[in-house]
């Protein structure tokens, strides 16, 4: 059963700093893309950034680019996303989400439970 | 301002036929990239529902289906019930293979 635990979302003030890990199970996790999807209170989904497998490829939203770093250990089966220069329009809840490939085109097929950051002074 | 256009609400009545639209660009569905979509059922985490454009993982109903034309997708919903009641979102590429989302519809059953 694949299984996907995000952590470390908190109350950071404007400007700091956050990193958020999602611990994955229950698939061969270096085999697969991994991304991170966000979704402020009461709004929709915004995909933020996206990794290869092995961790050469990354793919960031312009909305963080330059402020944040996606990166992948798969010897801990661990997703990271270094949140920096943070912004009171990054605040949400940021899912982990393991990647699958169709026909031409990306989709998320397993989400985590989220992880929820608070960016306010 | 999401980089594919949804209509923000649709509704009918329990057994009706539902439609929600997603509405991009050359730069997405146009450029032949698949669609792909969510629900997200009130309070919880966003679930695939179709991926491929018209496929559906293992335990979607039938009566959930999708289709594409040109720079547009649909996703039809038959035989309304109200557990279907939660917001559905769409998902493409972009050149970049980046993710682009629409920006959600909430479908009411009446």
């Known amino acids: 059963e694949v299984q996907l635990l995000e952590s470390g979302g908190s109350l950071v003030q404007p400007g700091g700093s956050l990193r958020l890990s999602c611990a994955a199970s229950g698939f061969t996790f270096s085999s697969y893309a991994m991304s991170w999807v966000r979704q402020a209170p009461g709004k929709g989904l915004e995909w933020v950034s996206a990794i290869g497998g092995s961790g050469g490829s990354t793919y960031y939203a312009d909305s963080v680019k330059g402020r944040f770093t996606i990166s992948r250990d798969n010897s801990k089966n661990t997703l990271y996303l270094q949140m920096n220069s943070l912004r009171a329009e990054d605040t949400a809840v940021y899912y982990c989400?393991?990647?699958?490939?169709?026909?031409?085109?990306?989709?998320?097929?397993?989400w985590g439970q989220g992880t929820l950051v608070t960016v306010s002074s | 301002q999401s980089v594919l256009t949804q209509p923000p609400s649709v509704s009918g009545a329990p057994g009706q036929r539902v439609t929600i639209t997603c509405t991009g660009s050359s730069s997405n569905i146009g450029a032949g990239y698949d669609v792909h979509w969510y629900q997200q059922l009130p309070g919880t985490v966003p679930k695939l529902l179709i991926y491929?454009?018209?496929n559906r993982p293992s335990g979607v109903p039938d009566r959930f289906s999708g289709s594409k034309s040109g720079t547009s997708a649909s996703l039809a919903i038959t035989g309304l019930q109200a557990e279907d009641e939660a917001d559905y979102y769409c998902?493409?590429?972009?050149?970049?293979?980046?993710?682009?989302f629409g920006g959600g519809t909430k479908l009411t059953v009446l």
């Open positions: 491929g454009t018209r």
């Open positions: 998902q493409s590429c972009d050149s970049s293979l980046r993710g682009v």
């Open positions: 989400a393991k990647r699958s490939w169709y026909s031409g085109s990306w989709y998320d097929d397993y």
